[in-house]
């Protein structure tokens, strides 16, 4: 069996969940969501996310605008659609309920 | 010095050399294949080329700075290799490691690590071993192949290209192994970030040491793999050596045995008298050739395949070609052997008997020589005798005695000769005996064409000697004597050299009896 590939798989279940609610806060483009991920260890490469964030666009949970940058090439913002604040809603509480289960399993058979 | 290329990445111009450039289309290239659907491939690549152009601004500080391979792996070090780009999704089906990027390694002749033509650095990078051990084979290879090493370097140096441009050296050293490198590196970063967590989310080290044992498991299944791998690539390096020198031998006796004057010489003779057909002698030497050198060709691709893991072809025409080409030389040797072999073979057994009587006064002594007085060139070896005539004969040692008592008063020899051949008979076997005085001596051996293919020919020498007459046989003769159905009894060992006599149907040795 391969660790990493299980860490992996833990993390990147619950990469749509962070994303999702990344953006809950408001409009935001791809390095900033990268930023906040990465700073907090979610992702350690940047290349998982674009994918990822492509699929939850044509599952219209995002939408995005494009706007000029005077730094680079012009930035795709992304924001929460109403069917992606109802999907975050339902997600974060069903990670709650797996975080309390999870540590009740854990923590008794420690 | 490198040659810089302009490209732009969402909208953004930027100056970036050629090996740089090399690198970045490939992982571009790479990426892409991971994205099966059209319309989401071209969307995700676009995002991820304005995430690219973003890093690569950090680094370029004004437009006249050209990116270079350094920012270019420090970009895929921050972006992740291309398996990392795989969608939670559809990850389970694509886990499996897909090299669909690679650029095909090539064998080039390395400039940079050259002592004669850059061959040995060539190969090194090919096989991904070092170039100390590639020199040291080739030492190996001159000294235990007698030189054959030297000419297999010559033939390497003059076919495989030098590589010149920035794009021939990547393909020599083949980025493909970069790929599953930078793999690999992420691998290690990852475990490094994770073992972090781990020590602060677990304090307990029983669990530490328990992943500990995974992972030295998957270490030795690891080992096993390479270990295959290696034994792999040695099949596929001996095939490929195998299959060189016989390419190479097979190469450099066609043309020496086209420009090669075989009339010349000893050899000649016997050359000119086993191929007088009319076939030049060119054509079958280029049949053979290919006979043997087109099966040699696809053994030296195979073990090709197994060195470098990829099937390697040389396209499907050239395929047809040499099946082709194959197939025309089969038949041609093929009806070569038909229409050559033909005289040769078929023919009935033939016997032809000569006969000649003697009346001997004295003991008669029988002797059987060995010798041949008339060659020219003194030599026995191979069993070719060439006469004055500078014609060759083969010698045959199929020479029998037998013993018959005879109806008359007379000594009578019969010379049986017996082959397979329809006519002639008498010259195409050549067998003669001499009478010196009292005394009979024949030879051991005939002489026969050499042409002829189904021979199995044969000389009986059949001495019938009068009742009552004395005779002696040799020692000489030991080797050549027989008994058959109807022949005087068997001649004891001892009998040789003593006076016999026939009385009635047996034997008498009245030496003998005075010694006994």
């Known amino acids: 069996m391969n660790i990493e590939n299980t860490k992996a798989q833990m993390r990147k279940g619950v990469l749509e969940l962070c994303i999702l609610s990344v953006l809950s806060e408001g409009e935001k483009y791809a390095s900033e969501i990268l930023d906040t991920l990465k700073g907090n260890k979610m992702l350690v490469v940047e290349g ?32 929460l659609t109403p069917e992606g604040e109802k999907t975050l809603e339902e997600l974060r509480a069903s990670w709650d309920e797996l975080v309390t289960s999870v540590s009740k399993i854990t923590n008794k058979n420690r | 010095m490198n040659k810089t290329v302009s490209i732009h990445l969402a909208g953004t111009f930027f100056h970036i050399d050629e090996i740089a450039y090399e690198r970045l289309s490939q992982y571009l290239e790479s990426i892409k294949k991971r994205f099966t659907n059209e319309a989401e491939r071209l969307e995700i690549m676009n995002d991820i080329e304005a995430r690219i152009a973003e890093l690569f601004l950090e680094k370029v500080k004004n437009e006249r700075q050209v990116v270079n391979l350094a ?8 972006m992740g290799a291309p398996e990392d780009y795989t969608d ?7 886990r499996e490691k897909t090299y669909e990027g690679q650029i095909p390694k090539r064998l080039f002749r390395d400039p940079d690590s050259k002592i004669l033509g850059g061959v040995s650095g060539g190969l090194a990078h090919y096989f991904g071993m070092d170039v100390v051990w590639v ?14 090493g030297i000419i297999l370097y010559v033939v390497l140096w003059a076919i495989v290209p030098e590589a010149h441009s920035t794009s021939e050296k990547l393909a020599m050293k083949g980025f493909s192994a970069n790929i599953s490198n930078i793999e690999k590196k992420f691998k290690k970063k990852i475990e490094q970030a994770t073992d972090k967590i781990n020590q602060t989310d677990f304090s307990d080290t029983g669990k530490q040491m328990k992943e500990g044992v995974r992972s030295g498991l998957s270490g030795l299944g690891e080992i096993v793999q390479t270990l295959v791998q290696i034994v792999v690539k040695f099949i596929g390096f001996i095939l490929v050596l195998i299959a060189l020198g016989v390419l190479v031998s097979m190469t450099v006796s066609f043309f020496v045995g086209l420009f090669m004057n075989f009339t010349d010489g000893p050899w000649g003779l016997v050359f000119d008298q086993v191929t007088e057909s ?11 050739f290919l006979v043997v050198g087109i099966p040699f060709f696809y053994l030296f691709q195979s073990g090709l395949s197994l060195i470098s893991g990829a099937m390697r072809s040389v396209g499907k025409i050239a395929n047809l070609v040499l099946l082709a080409f194959w197939l025309a030389a089969v038949s041609f040797l093929i009806a070569f052997a038909i229409i050559e072999g033909e005289p040769r073979t078929f023919h009935a057994y033939n016997e032809l008997s000569k006969s000649e009587s003697f009346a001997f006064q004295d003991t008669l002594v029988v002797k059987v020589s060995s010798d041949h007085q008339d060659s020219d060139f003194a030599q026995h070896r191979f069993g070719l005798i060439v006469d004055k005539d500078r014609h060759v004969s083969h010698m045959e040692h199929d020479v029998t005695l037998r013993l018959l008592k005879s109806e008359d008063s007379l000594v009578q020899v019969k010379i049986i000769k017996k082959g397979y051949e329809a006519e002639n008979l008498d010259n195409k076997i050549y067998f003669d005996y001499q009478i010196e005085e009292n005394t009979l001596v024949f030879n051991d051996y005939f ?16 001495l019938y000697v009068p009742e009552n007459r004395p005779f002696k046989l040799d020692p000489s003769a030991r080797a050549i004597y027989r008994q058959r159905d109807g022949d005087l009894p068997y001649v004891s060992f001892d ?3 003593e006076i016999l006599e026939i009385k009635e149907d047996l034997l008498n040795c009245s030496t003998c009896e005075e010694a006994a």
């Open chain 2, 278 to 288: 009319s076939w030049p002698i060119w054509s079958i030497f280029l049949a053979v």
């Open chain 2, 71 to 78: 920012d270019v792996e420090e970009m895929i070090a921050v």
């Open chain 2, 88 to 94: 939670a999704e559809n990850d389970t089906q694509k």
């Open chain 2, 447 to 462: 002489l026969t064409e050499i042409k002829r293919v189904n021979q199995s020919e044969s000389v009986e020498i059949l």
């Open chain 1, 48 to 79: 998982t996310l674009y994918p990822l964030l492509t699929r939850l666009k044509n599952d219209n949970l995002l939408k995005y605008r494009w706007e000029e940058s005077l730094s680079g090439p012009p930035r795709k913002y992304y924001e």
């Open chain 2, 495 to 497: 009998w040789y050299g």
């Open chain 2, 135 to 148: 020199r040291l084979i080739w030492v190996l290879l001159v000294l235990a192949g007698f030189g054959s």
